[in-house]
Structures are given as C-alpha cells and as structure tokens.
C-alpha cells in the first residue's frame, strides 16, 4: 500500500492533470450530439420549453406536456432513435479511451518510473479497442456463469450437502473469475497482449498466485476506498461550512454543486491507487512466475576441440 502511495506522490500530478485534459476533450466530444440534436429539433425543443413552463406554473398541464412529448418521439422516431444509438456508442468508446489512457498512464509510472501527459493519449488510442473487447468477453463469461450457476440452484436446494457443495464450488469459481477480470488488463497493458491472451493470463495468476492475487485485490481496494473516504470527505467540508449560514437553500444547492464538483475532478485518485497496487504486485510477485523465459540468464557456450578444428580448416580453404 505504500509503494501505491509513493506512486501518487511522485507521478500523481501529471496522471491528474492528463485524466483531467482527456476528460474535457471527451466531454467536448459528447456535446457535439446534443448540439447536433438540438439543431435538428430546434422547433419541437422550443415548443417542449414553453410546454415546461407552463407545468411549472401550472402542474395540471401534466398530461398535455405527456401528450406532446409522445408526439415529438413518434413523429421524429428514426431521428431520436438514432440519436440515442450513436449516443451510446460514442460514450462506450470515449469511456473505453479515458479508461485506456489512465490505466497506460499508471503503467508508466508504476513500471517504467516515468509518465507524460502524451500517455494518456498513445495508451488511449492503442488500447481502445482491445479494452471494449476485453470488457465485452469478460461481461459474456460473468454472465454465463451467474446463468449456470443460477440454474443449477433448484437442483441444490433439495439437499444441505448440495447446497454446501454448490456454494462453495461456484464461490470458488466466483473468485477466480474475478481474479481474472482483475488481472486481465494489467497484463494486457504491462505485456501489450490482445484481450484472449490477457484473460488466459490473468486465469492462470488467479489459479497459479491465487493467494497473491487475493493479497493484491484486497490492497487495492484498500488503498482505494481510503482515499475515496479522504476525497469524499474533503467533498463533503464546503457542504458542511455552509450550513452555518441562514439561508440552507442556497447553501445546499452551492455546497452540493462544488461537493460534486470536488468529486469529478478528484475521484481518479483512487483508481490511480488501486491500479498502482496491482502493476507494482504484477511486477514484484507474479511477473517472474508468468513469463520465467523473460528473465532466464544467458548461457555462455564455450567452443569444444571440434569447433576449433572446424574453424582452422575453414580460415585454411578461404587462404
């Protein structure tokens, strides 16, 4: 846990400072649908904000601004469906991106000791779509194990011994998988591997180092929600101070907005550390164990009576 928090100390800055430039241009990138939206359903939208004011004053008119809703929603169904599609695509990848980034960024600075804002953006790009892909295998695996799990429960429940066995074994087999998802992009990242590899190995730290791997996750969620309960807190304090004011409204509103605020661009923190955790274990205590070829030592051959006969007729038929 220490060595995570040494990482923060050292490279903390610029991780922060690279998380919060991404974090911006993919907001930026984000809003350009709602302005392309707001373009294209200019009159309907003018309309739906007289119909909200109207409900404001007069809540009454609920079921006229119900009904004039529906309509705008059928009327520009193939618009807003596509809207709502693309959307959701675009967030899948600008989330994936920002992901990438700041798990490459932690890479650098826990493995190689270095990290530039640039980071952010190589790992991001490199990595995008192998992450979408790794997150996409392992919600298929978690949810073909809870399907198989959960059908094999009626058959459990009709016997205690079952039901021991069931619990334990699919306990077992839970922690595994987790184990794997956790340990997956971090040897997709400290390797450069593709996502099935990654995942083949992360299942073999999680059945090879399973005590390991458990220390590890559990330091990480550690250091993690220490620091979360330190930022919340931190969140929390303007909240807190405003209350000694007369008017409680506004300083809800205002100490609840800087709160969130404080949250947003702090809240990386512990991700940082739960990863830091992770790479510096990976690089420590599992490493080594994955890939022992990596770091044989090399074998220095000496030539025999032979090789130095061969190699004195050889200089004798060039001459």
Known sequence: MGESFHLVNRHGAKIWFGSLVAGLCIFAILLLPQLFIGMMLKTELASMKEDLKNLAASPETAGAFIHHLFGTLTQ????????????LFLTLLASAFYSA???????EAALEDRVSVGNFYTYGFRFLFPLVGLGILNTFLVSAFFAGWGGLYPWASRDDLYFMAWAGIGGIL?????FAITFSPVVMFAESMGMFRSFGYG????????GRAFLSLLVGLLSGGLSWL???????????VLQFFKDGTIANIVGS????????????FPIILFYGVLFRQYALHIQDRLFPEDHLEPVMLKPSAFDEEDNRMKRESIS
């Open 76 to 87: 520009n169904g193939n618009l807003v469906l596509a809207y709502t599609g693309g959307l």
């Open 101 to 107: 980034g700041l798990i490459g960024a932690v890479r």
């Open 174 to 178: 839970g922690l595994l998988l987790l």
């Open 203 to 210: 299942l073999r730290i999680a059945v090879v180092k399973f």
């Open 230 to 240: 330190v930022i919340s807190l931190v969140a929390a304090f303007p909240w807190l």
């Open 257 to 268: 907005a800087f709160g969130v605020f404080l949250l947003g661009i702090l809240g990386v």
